[in-house]
């Protein structure tokens, strides 16, 4: 129910300008978010690089609803990468995308377009793009447009979301040698004709995802901070005798550092999920939706400023 509410309040910009104003939410997205610029995700990525992890850089911003806005987006996305390069942060760090931002709501020829160009300037930088999922009306588009860019950008990367009912199939059809899929649990509100409801069902989806992810010949990458699918992962890394170049562990930054150091400590790939961009409002309160305790945190504050 909490979660509904915040995830409709993510989509609210009345709430994000009043929100987004304040010195407080601003405080707490510090946890979660690199900053406004450019120049903040390429500190953050170097100290994370530092540490011994991998990065995923992702720039925050609205759904674009006109050529302008993506072309914007496509630019500030070749801009990164090559600053990425010039800074010597590739290939610890790859970008992520949305293709929403690049126009896909309303032109997918367009959105296809600009993230090829994306994908060039990824491999003129020596590192690769991932393509983020969306909600479920944009899957079948995503994963065509994905099809297409691997032509000639064979390392672009997958999203799949385990409560998605079809994505045990997803994952049979990209479970081959040279793909790169990130496996988590999704988080958008999706109805119950797309989409299992309850906690169980989506983490034994996310089992049956990663025995087929594990057990094929891709490069899988899972996506989770939950405990028990870490350990499972783990696990099936070995049983499938996967060494530790054959896969990766992902996280959120600012979400469970202990883990991601402790994962990497003991030689696994953790890649760290990156976002900058003054729009991080939206992204904020998605965070904010599956940590009841931080919306909580959040709340009061504001109550009391
Ligand atoms: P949850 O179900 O949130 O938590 C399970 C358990 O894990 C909790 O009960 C708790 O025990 C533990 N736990 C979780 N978080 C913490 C914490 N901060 N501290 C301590 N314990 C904790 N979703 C999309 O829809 N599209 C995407 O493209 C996408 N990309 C992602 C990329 C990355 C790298 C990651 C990590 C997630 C991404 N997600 C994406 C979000 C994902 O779908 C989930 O919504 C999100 O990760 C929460 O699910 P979870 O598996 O981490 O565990």
Sequence with gaps: ????????AAGSSRLGRLVSGNSVSKGLAARF????????????ARTLIDDGLTVTCQHLGAE??????ARAVRDEYVTLLGRLKGAGLTPATEVSIKLSALGQRFDDKLAYEYAESVCAAATEAGTAVTLDAEDHTTTDSTLEILAGLRKDHPETGAVLQAY??????DCRELAAAGSRVRLCKGAYAEPESVAYQSALDVDKSFVRCLNILMSGSGYPMV??????????????????DRSAE???FQMLYGMRTEEQARLAA???VVRVYLPYG????GYLMRRLAERPATAALLGRALATK
């Design 1 to 8: 129910m909490l979660r509904s509410v915040i995830l409709a």
């Design 33 to 44: 978010v690199a900053g406004d610029g450019v120049e903040d995700a390429l500190t953050v």
């Design 64 to 69: 674009t609803t006109n050529a302008e806005q």
């Design 164 to 169: 998605l009912r079809r994505t045990e199939g």
């Design 223 to 240: 996506a989770t901070h939950d405990p028990r699918l870490i350990a499972i992962a783990e696990d099936r890394a070995r049983w499938f």
């Design 246 to 248: 054959e896969y990766e």
């Design 266 to 268: 003991a030689g696994n």
């Design 278 to 281: 003054e729009q991080w409002y």
